[in-house]
């Protein structure tokens, strides 16, 4: 008799037999340039979305890429063996910009394997952030179908294009379907383990605040040395104002900032147990020192600490040589990462209101929001979190732990929210990965244990109580 554990066996074999077919597979979604944010690239978020779709549909799922005023929502279904609790996985398949392209030691969309500190690793926009793992509970999926015929239980698959750009058409996509989205937990691979070695789950995320402001002065650009001395610069205005923002101790001035922010001494005290490596985590962004509240550790400040960041500032002349010129308008984007417990309207009305006071004479504000989401605190007793910890112990040498995340995956609150449904926050993603930068990369090894992790905890799932 085939007892469970030697089926899982033969399924981890599988997918080790199979590994390079898998990898692969990743490879060819990696090549399709799927820049959700950018409207040039229209076309190929719609082919990323129906690749996804295929991959889905040939292991016997029923799947569609489905319209939204947005980019494609691919969902699928598979019954199982009939029986079961119906888990919900969700991935996204867009990915951040490219840019800057000449910093990629190779085209960002023409993957390579190089040789990195874990081994080969796959270098192409996306591999980590979240395509590659993504592709770790699809190839899961495909050596349960390939040495069983089907899955331990039925699932629902997710697979959003808008991720990286705020999600927008996934809120009103999720009510729509309900019903078509049932489930006991949501399954997510997007962030981190704690090591190479060691499986992470995550229990906190940060929420995001995200504003453009742009000051308006006067009505068009003006000679410097005409009007200059005698009428408001708003670049000048801009970067007076933005200054104001921090204290020289970095604390973050827009009132009321800190009044809902909680410290959990207890959780804290767990943090400190990791024996986080501080030095190697500045050194993966080439620095030695840290920034930030001094008075706390650097994992506590990523963790459970909010920020306010200038992501980007622009207006005037910056071409080549010289011009002056006073410009009409100065902009900037902003965002702060908002922890549990904190406000994120409130926060938003906050921001906007320090601006507002410090309005020049002559000027006005034009705001354009970018995100307005919560921070996330996941239960640590529910028992689909116990069991994945225990399901990636059969793969691992080492436990599971539970980490915090300093980025933001608003879905997990619209999936609580609308669906019900808590998540699950599984992911292989080391700091190493340069997501969001040039060079992106994910390790051949991880993505193996990553397919093997999920593997491992769909089985278990099956055999919890529907
Ligand atoms: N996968 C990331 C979240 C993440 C970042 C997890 C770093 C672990 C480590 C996700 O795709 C992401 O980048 N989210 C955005 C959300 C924003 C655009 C609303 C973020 O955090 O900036
Ligand atoms: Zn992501």
Same mark, same amino acid.
């Given at each position: 008799?085939?007892?469970?554990?030697?089926?899982?066996?033969?399924?981890?074999?599988?997918?080790?037999?199979?590994?390079?077919?898998?990898?692969?597979?990743?490879?060819?979604?990696?090549?399709?340039?799927?820049?959700?944010?950018?409207?040039?690239?229209?076309?190929?978020?719609?082919?990323?979305?129906?690749?996804?779709?295929?991959?889905?549909?040939?292991?016997?799922?029923?799947?569609?890429?489905?319209?939204?005023?947005?980019?494609?929502?691919?969902?699928?279904?598979?019954?199982?063996?009939?029986?079961?609790?119906?888990?919900?996985?969700?991935?996204?398949?867009?990915?951040?910009?490219?840019?800057?392209?000449?910093?990629?030691?190779?085209?960002?969309?023409?993957?390579?394997?190089?040789?990195?500190?874990?081994?080969?690793?796959?270098?192409?926009?996306?591999?980590?952030?979240?395509?590659?793992?993504?592709?770790?509970?699809?190839?899961?999926?495909?050596?349960?179908?390939?040495?069983?015929?089907?899955?331990?239980?039925?699932?629902?698959?997710?697979?959003?294009?808008?991720?990286?750009?705020?999600?927008?058409?996934?809120?009103?996509?999720?009510?729509?379907?309900?019903?078509?989205? @049932?489930?006991?937990? #949501?399954? $997510? /691979?997007?962030?981190?383990?704690?090591?190479? &070695?060691?499986?992470? %789950?995550?229990?906190? =995320?940060?929420?995001?605040?995200?504003?453009?402001?742009?000051?308006?002065?006067?009505?068009?650009?003006?000679?410097?040395?005409?009007?200059?001395?005698?009428?408001?610069?708003?670049?000048?205005?801009?970067?007076?104002?933005?200054?104001?923002?921090?204290?020289?101790?970095?604390?973050?001035?827009?009132?009321?900032?800190?009044?809902?922010?909680?410290?959990?001494?207890?959780?804290?005290?767990?943090?400190?147990?990791?024996?986080?490596?501080?030095?190697?985590?500045?050194?993966?962004?080439?620095?030695?020192?840290?920034?930030?509240?001094?008075?706390?550790?650097?994992?506590?400040?990523?963790?459970?600490?909010?920020?306010?960041?200038?992501?980007?500032?622009?207006?005037?002349?910056?071409?080549?040589?010289?011009?002056?010129?006073?410009? @009409?308008?100065?902009? #900037?984007? $902003? /965002?702060?990462?908002?922890?549990?417990?904190? &406000?994120?309207?409130? %926060?938003?009305?906050? =921001?906007?209101?320090?601006?507002?006071?410090?309005?020049?004479?002559?000027?006005?504000?034009?705001?354009?929001?970018?995100?307005?989401?919560?921070?996330?605190?996941?239960?640590?007793?529910?028992?689909?979190?116990?069991?994945?910890?225990?399901?990636?112990?059969?793969?691992?040498?080492?436990?599971?732990?539970?980490?915090?995340?300093?980025?933001?995956?608003?879905?997990?609150?619209?999936?609580?929210?609308?669906?019900?449904?808590?998540?699950?926050?599984?992911?292989?993603?080391?700091?190493?990965?340069?997501?969001?930068?040039?060079?992106?990369?994910?390790?051949?090894?991880?993505?193996?244990?990553?397919?093997?992790?999920?593997?491992?905890?769909?089985?278990?799932?099956?055999?919890?109580?529907?």
């Amino acid at each position: 008799m085939t007892t469970s554990t030697q089926t899982l066996e033969a399924v981890l074999s599988w997918i080790d037999e199979h590994l390079e077919e898998s990898l692969v597979r990743v490879e060819d979604f990696l090549r399709i340039p799927s820049v959700g944010t950018d409207p040039a690239h229209d076309e190929d978020t719609a082919r990323a979305a129906a690749f996804a779709s295929d991959l889905l549909s040939e292991l016997g799922m029923d799947s569609k890429a489905h319209q939204t005023p947005g980019q494609p929502m691919v969902m699928a279904h598979d019954d199982g063996p009939g029986s079961g609790p119906r888990i919900l996985y969700y991935g996204h398949y867009d990915v951040q910009p490219a840019d800057p392209l000449e910093l990629w030691d190779s085209p960002p969309f023409e993957p390579v394997r190089v040789e990195g500190d874990e081994g080969p690793m796959i270098v192409a926009r996306g591999s980590a952030d979240d395509k590659g793992q993504l592709m770790m509970f699809i190839e899961a999926f495909r050596a349960w179908k390939a040495v069983t015929g089907s899955l331990p239980t039925p699932v629902h698959v997710l697979l959003e294009g808008e991720e990286e750009s705020g999600s927008e058409s996934l809120e009103p996509f999720l009510r729509d379907h309900v019903g078509d989205l @049932a489930s006991k937990v #949501c399954v $997510i /691979s997007d962030t981190g383990m704690w090591d190479p &070695d060691t499986p992470a %789950i995550t229990t906190r =995320l940060r929420g995001i605040v995200y504003l453009q402001a742009t000051l308006h002065g006067p009505t068009h650009d003006l000679h410097s040395g005409v009007y200059g001395g005698a009428v408001v610069n708003p670049l000048n205005a801009l970067s007076r104002i933005l200054a104001q923002l921090h204290d020289d101790q970095g604390r973050v001035q827009v009132d009321g900032f800190y009044d809902d922010v909680e410290v959990d001494e207890a959780l804290i005290t767990e943090w400190s147990a990791l024996d986080f490596d501080e030095k190697g985590f500045l050194a993966t962004a080439g620095l030695t020192s840290s920034l930030g509240e001094q008075d706390r550790s650097v994992l506590e400040r990523v963790w459970s600490r909010p920020t306010c960041d200038i992501n980007g500032i622009w207006g005037g002349y910056s071409g080549p040589g010289a011009k002056t010129v006073i410009a @009409a308008e100065a902009s #900037c984007k $902003i /965002s702060c990462r908002v922890v549990p417990h904190q &406000d994120p309207v409130k %926060i938003m009305a906050g =921001l906007k209101a320090f601006l507002e006071a410090r309005t020049p004479t002559g000027c006005r504000w034009v705001f354009e929001e970018h995100g307005c989401n919560p921070g996330i605190c996941i239960p640590t007793d529910s028992p689909w979190l116990q069991t994945a910890r225990e399901s990636m112990g059969q793969v691992f040498d080492n436990e599971a732990v539970l980490i915090g995340c300093g980025g933001s995956l608003p879905i997990v609150g619209s999936f609580q929210e609308i669906l019900g449904v808590d998540s699950l926050l599984v992911g292989f993603g080391l700091d190493t990965d340069r997501v969001h930068s040039p060079n992106e990369n994910f390790s051949v090894a991880r993505f193996r244990h990553g397919v093997r992790s999920h593997a491992a905890m769909i089985e278990a799932f099956g055999n919890m109580s529907s």
